[in-house]
T-cell receptor, first 115, second 114 residues
Framework: DAGVIQSPRHEVTEMGQEVTLRCKPISGHNSLFWYRQTMMRGLELLIYFNNNVPIDDSGMPEDRFSAKMPNASFSTLKIQPSEPRDSAVYFC?????????????FGPGTRLLVL | AQSVTQPDIHITVSEGASLELRCNYSYGATPYLFWYVQSPGQGLQLLLKYFSGDTLVQGIKGFEAEFKRSQSSFNLRKPSVHWSDAAEYFCAVGAYSGNTPLVFGKGTRLSVIA
């Protein structure tokens, strides 16, 4: 298996521009998580989906952030407009949704720099 | 509220020396505990996890961790560190049942010197 795939791996953009991050979960996994990693706050959850349905988006910073999962094999995280404080590493993780907790597998991350 | 504390921000050990990374958690129910490792510029790789049963769990790369409920701890250990172990280590807690997000500690950066 190719593991969780994220694109782009690196993104440099200017303040005010739209940024779209993409994630392809492991085939057969039906839970998908978006995390953000910063020096100040560490790793924190932004939003997660079960069976393509958003379950908890309370971690999404503000209305500038939106996430979608149109099908089981693809998710996007969009920032519009972007701001310098959005600079971080964004990770996507996937797992199998069963009755008990399952291991989450992480992608390599997207390193975002907003100038 | 769930929380994970990793008291040591940065640890330096000599190659061949033993290692212990501390992790304390706060969780209102039965926890499911994880240790992940992150090499520079890479994603997170699972080292080991504790679900139930034997409180001493073995992981990849020669790591082990011990769950101590009375101390709310899940410390990571390795008897002999290799230079390639230099990385950032994250402890995380999740719910026992259901597939829920993990709560991570702030991480401990491990440096290995010759």
């Amino acid at each position: 298996d190719a593991g969780v795939i994220q694109s782009p791996r690196h993104e440099v953009t200017e303040m005010g521009q739209e940024v779209t991050l993409r994630c392809k979960p492991i085939s057969g996994h039906n839970s998908l998580f978006w995390y953000r990693q910063t020096m100040m706050r560490g790793l924190e959850l932004l939003i997660y989906f079960n069976n393509n349905v958003p379950i908890d988006d309370s971690g999404m910073p503000e209305d500038r952030f939106s996430a979608k999962m149109p099908n089981a094999s693809f998710s996007t995280l969009k920032i519009q407009p972007s701001e310098p404080r959005d600079s971080a590493v964004y990770f996507c993780a996937s797992s199998i949704n069963r009755d008990l907790q399952e291991t989450q597998y992480f992608g390599p991350g997207t390193r975002l720099l907003v100038l | 509220a769930q929380s994970v504390t990793q008291p040591d921000i940065h640890i330096t050990v000599s190659e061949g020396a033993s290692l212990e990374l501390r992790c304390n958690y706060s969780y209102g129910a039965t926890p499911y505990l994880f240790w992940y490792v992150q090499s520079p510029g890479q994603g997170l790789q699972l080292l080991l996890k504790y679900f139930s049963g034997d409180t001493l769990v073995q992981g990849i790369k020669g790591f082990e961790a011990e769950f101590k409920r009375s101390q709310s701890s899940f410390n990571l250990r390795k008897p002999s560190v290799h230079w390639s172990d230099a990385a950032e280590y994250f402890c995380a807690v999740g719910a026992y049942s259901g597939n829920t997000p993990l709560v991570f500690g702030k991480g401990t950066r491990l440096s290995v010197i010759a």
